[in-house]
């Protein structure tokens, strides 16, 4: 069992193009699903956030089912559930699917909070010049909402990114699931686990300095 | 005599608490009335009535005969015919004053670009803000931001102008500026209903004065003979605070 425990530089350097392989798979996964999940997320914010009591009730089912229960149950359900009613999914659908829909859900929320951030007169004026609700929406708050939610849509990112981990259960090869499977044959779980952690830190940490950044800049709106 | 603008039996309630009771007024093409009365009278829900931002209880609000108040009427066609100013500005934050008072003509009237701009920088002169109208609104003194407010409103080519204490949130030294603006606006023969606290602009530029208390309108009149002589008890002791 030689190897095990100890760092193995050897092995590190002939697994990085299978783990670089990983996380450009959980990569490419994270920003499809955060990209489908802004756009349920968007509508899903609007609905809460709407008189419209069906609209709203609907989006608030939608909100708590999804936060109120874990993300790797959402993830089995529809990979290993949804065959029982007849609808089959290959694994990175699935993933991407679940991914979705689950973000969705925050970014809803998210929405939501950016929304009600803006002060009502700013909706008021808007409408007294003769705009719709929807058209006061996308020109005057939105504008306004997206960029004081712009950290928090970053953190969710970060958050989604590393959740998506949770996709190697169903088989979908992944950063985690590359790692798993250099275990699996070279008996060392130290060095390739290790090397994975470096991987998520590599994406991770440049996204958290962005945010950051981001959110020091978007102050003011006199510096354009 | 056809009025431009008639409220009708006006009522507004919220809740339990009716803020409005059986308000009537008429208002002439080209008169500027300005609306007086203590704080809570219900002078900014009956100008938010008349562009329902609040939705009346009861009674009717015709603009040129026709019953705004009618739940089939396209609201928002009818808003673009009377412009509001607000205590607070409202100016949207993250748009130039050019792009503030472009926005609506662009994306409402769908005017072409060029046309736009052109109307929003001839309405920034008339203003006195042709100097700045590539600055944000945080880059402007509450009077200028006021005015710019002015003039987003009157880009829509409204028939009718709200003023809801537009004054009220500025330094005193930036009053003028803003009433001088008004002022010009009612010489040019704008329609106008103003609730002010600035008595000289009354005086000076309004028609009519109309004089609200606790939900109703108490006494009206040309300013000047109401200020000399208020005939109801109420007006008289609300103008002996405020005079
Ligand atoms: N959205 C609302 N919900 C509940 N009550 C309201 C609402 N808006 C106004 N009111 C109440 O209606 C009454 C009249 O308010 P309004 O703002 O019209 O008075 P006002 O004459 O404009 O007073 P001010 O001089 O202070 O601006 C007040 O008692 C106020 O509390
Ligand atoms: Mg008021």
Redesign the interface.
């Known amino acids: 069992m030689a190897g095990v425990g100890q760092f193995d530089i050897d092995l590190f350097v002939r697994i990085l193009p299978d783990l670089a392989f990983g996380a450009f798979v959980t990569l490419e996964l994270t920003s499809l699903s955060i990209l489908f999940g802004l756009i349920i997320g968007t509508i899903a914010g609007l609905a809460r956030v709407s008189k419209n009591p069906v609209f709203f009730g609907v989006s608030t089912l939608y909100v708590e089912i999804i936060r109120g229960t874990p993300l790797l149950v959402q993830i089995l359900i529809i990979y290993f559930g949804l065959p029982a009613i007849g609808i089959n999914l290959r694994p990175e659908p699935a993933g991407i699917i679940a991914l979705s829909i689950c973000s969705g859900a925050y970014i809803a929320e998210i929405v939501r909070a950016g929304i009600e951030s803006i002060p009502t007169g700013q909706m008021e004026a808007a409408r007294s010049l003769g705009m719709s609700y929807l058209q006061a929406m996308r020109y005057v708050i939105f504008p306004q909402a997206f960029r004081n939610i712009l950290p928090a849509l970053g953190n969710e990112f970060i958050a989604l990114l590393k959740d998506s981990s949770l996709l190697s259960v169903i088989s979908i090869v992944e950063l985690t699931r590359v790692g798993r499977q250099i275990v699996n044959t070279t008996f060392n779980a130290w060095t390739p686990f290790l090397g994975v952690a470096l991987f998520y830190l590599m994406m991770t940490i440049p996204l958290s300095r962005l945010v950051d950044y981001s959110q020091k800049r978007l102050g003011t709106y006199e510096v354009k | 005599m056809s009025y431009l603008l008639e409220v009708i039996n006006l009522k507004k309630s919220f809740g339990e608490n009716e803020v409005l009771k059986d308000v009537n007024m008429k208002v002439k093409k080209g008169e500027v009335v300005v609306i007086i009365g203590p704080s809570g009278s219900g002078k900014s829900t009956l100008l938010r009535c008349i562009?329902r931002?609040e939705e009346p209880t009861d009674g009717k609000i015709l603009l040129d005969g026709v019953d705004i108040t009618d739940k089939s009427i396209d609201i928002?066609?009818?808003?673009?015919r009377?412009?509001?100013v607000?205590q607070?500005f409202?100016?949207?934050?993250?748009l130039t004053a050019l792009q503030n008072v472009m926005?609506?003509p662009l994306?409402?009237k769908k005017m072409n670009k060029r046309e736009a701009e052109e109307t929003a920088i001839k309405l920034l002169n008339k203003v006195g803000l042709g100097d700045q109208i590539n600055k944000?609104?945080?880059?402007l003194s509450g009077g200028q931001q006021q005015r710019v407010?002015i003039a987003?409103?009157l880009a829509?080519n409204p028939e009718v102008m709200l003023f809801d204490e537009v004054t009220s949130a500025l330094d005193p030294e930036l009053v003028k500026e803003v009433l001088d603006v008004m002022k010009q606006l009612a010489k040019d023969g704008m329609t106008m209903l103003v609730v002010t606290h600035e008595m000289g602009f009354a005086r000076e530029v309004g028609d009519r004065l109309i004089f609200m208390d606790e939900g109703v309108i108490v006494e009206e009149g040309i300013p000047e003979e109401i200020f000399r002589n208020p005939k109801n008890p109420r007006t008289q002791k609300f103008l002996s605070v405020i005079l």
């Open positions: 562009n931002l928002n066609k009818v808003r673009q009377i412009g509001m607000f607070q409202n100016l949207f934050p993250h926005l609506a994306k409402i944000y609104p945080a880059q407010a987003r409103a829509m």
